[in-house]
């Protein structure tokens, strides 16, 4: 599961759960892989992110390296910004672990990079 996918989850679907968001991860396995640099497309997807819970998402893993807490103004100028953002987006991937509701502490499993957002037929 690529941080990017993290930042739209939410477990807002369970009974009960009125936010849902963000969901914590507990990572187990992570993988660092290349993947090509397209600053148009990071520029276009960072005003739809919570650059927050990015952030909070890639140093609870251990992968926050140099990206800046804040959101930089002008950002999308800013290369050396856009390959950072790149990276922790889109070269990071928790391959095994837990997507945890902060809500209900329902734990959702990542197995082979794909979380298991199902819910059992109680929990809607």
């Known amino acids: 599961m690529k941080l990017l996918t993290h930042n ?11 936010v849902g968001y ?13 993947v090509d640099f397209n600053s148009d497309f ?8 919570d650059w ?9 893993i251990g992968h ?5 807490q804040i959101l930089i103004e002008d950002f999308e100028s800013n290369e050396d910004f856009l390959k950072k953002a790149h990276h922790v987006l889109l070269e990071v991937e928790v ?3 837990d997507l945890l509701c902060p809500e209900s502490g329902r734990k959702f499993p990542i197995n082979d990079g794909i979380p298991n957002m ?6 809607v």
């Open 8 to 18: 739209m989850l939410t477990s807002k679907c369970l009974k009960g759960v009125t």
């Open 22 to 34: 963000p969901l914590k991860i507990i990572a187990r396995d992570i993988k660092v892989s290349e």
């Open 42 to 49: 990071i520029a276009r997807i960072i005003p739809k992110l």
């Open 52 to 60: 927050t819970v990015l952030w909070k998402a890639a140093e609870s």
């Open 64 to 68: 926050v390296g140099e990206l800046p």
């Open 95 to 97: 391959i095994n672990g």
């Open 118 to 123: 199902l819910l059992h037929e109680h929990e």
